[in-house]
C-alpha cells in the first residue's frame, strides 16, 4: 500500500513554468512506476480516461510522454525523498487541468494508460491563463 500526495499546482501565466511533486509513503517507493496524468476540467464523460502525461520506471532510467507535453515537461524522481517530480515549462492554457500522480509496482511497456496504476494521488490544481 502506497499513498501519495501531490503538490505545486496553482495559477500561472501561459508561457510560464510550474514543478509538481508528489510524495509518497512507504519504504517501498523505489520499487514503483511513476505516472502523471490530468483531466481538463468541464462536462467530461464519465468514465473518460484521464490523459496520460508522463511516466518514469521505478529505477529512474526510463520515461515516457505524451506528444502534447514532450520537450516541455520532465518527470523525474528522487528515491531517497520518495517523491516524484514533473517540471512544467512554457505552458500552455490547454495545459489546465487537475494532475494526478499514481503508482503501479507491475511492469507494462510504456505505462501510459489509466489501469494501470493501482494508487492515485487526490490531484493537484493547474490553471494557466492566457
Known amino acids: 500500500q502506497v499513498q501519495l500526495v501531490e503538490s505545486g499546482g496553482g495559477l500561472v501565466q501561459a508561457g510560464g513554468s510550474l514543478r509538481l511533486s508528489c510524495a509518497a509513503s512507504?519504504?517501498?517507493?523505489?520499487?514503483?512506476?511513476m505516472g502523471w496524468f490530468r483531466q481538463a476540467p468541464g462536462n467530461q464523460p464519465p468514465g473518460k480516461e484521464r490523459?496520460?502525461?508522463?511516466?518514469?520506471?521505478?529505477?529512474?532510467?526510463?520515461?515516457n510522454y505524451a506528444d502534447s507535453v514532450k520537450g516541455r515537461f520532465t518527470i523525474s524522481r528522487d528515491n531517497a525523498k520518495n517523491t516524484v517530480y514533473l517540471q512544467m515549462n512554457s505552458l500552455k492554457t490547454e495545459d489546465t487541468a487537475v494532475y494526478y500522480c499514481?503508482?503501479?509496482?507491475?511492469?507494462?511497456?510504456?505505462?501510459?494508460?489509466?489501469?494501470?496504476?493501482?494508487?492515485w494521488g487526490q490531484g493537484t490544481q493547474v490553471t494557466v491563463s492566457s
Open positions: 512507504g519504504r517501498t517507493f523505489g520499487t514503483y512506476a
Open positions: 499514481a503508482a503501479t509496482r507491475t511492469y507494462y511497456s510504456d505505462y501510459k494508460r489509466q489501469g494501470e496504476y493501482d494508487y
Open positions: 490523459e496520460f502525461v508522463a511516466a518514469i520506471s521505478a529505477s529512474g532510467r526510463s520515461t
